[in-house]
């Protein structure tokens, strides 16, 4: 059974920074695309971060752009998203989600909620102003 565990989530201030991670178990996503996606309440989930298989190429929403890094280990079959410079718009519950197919990529695609097939259950992110 695969499972995508987030963690790292919490209660911040304006302006500090925060790691969320995201452990895969069940099947290796080494060969997958992985991504970062956000809800915040009363609004759809959007976009966040999303990294190719090999974490060669990244992509980012342009809100986030400049301020957060996604990056994979691929050993660990974890992905991470360091967040900086966070404000109380960057509040929401984190998802870390994975594409099944291989060696897939393009900010096109990745950005897409509907292109990957497996998803955590989300850690919240609450930064204060």
């Known amino acids: 059974q695969v499972q995508l565990v987030e963690s790292g989530g919490g209660l911040v201030q304006a302006g500090d920074s925060l790691r969320l991670s995201c452990a895969a178990s069940?099947?290796?996503?080494?060969?997958?695309?992985m991504g970062w996606f956000r809800q915040a309440p009363g609004k759809e989930r959007e976009f966040v971060a999303a990294?190719?298989?090999?974490?060669?190429?990244?992509y980012y929403a342009d809100s986030v752009k400049g301020r957060f890094t996604i990056s994979r280990d691929n050993a660990k079959n974890t992905v991470d998203l360091q967040m900086g410079s966070l404000k109380p718009e960057d509040t929401a519950a984190y998802y870390c989600a994975a594409d099944s197919a291989q060696f897939r990529g393009g900010s096109s695609y990745l950005s897409r909620e509907s292109e990957y097939d497996f998803w955590g259950q989300g850690t919240q992110v609450t930064v204060s102003s």
């Open positions: 990294i190719n298989w090999s974490g060669l190429n990244t």
């Open positions: 069940g099947r290796t996503f080494s060969r997958s695309a």
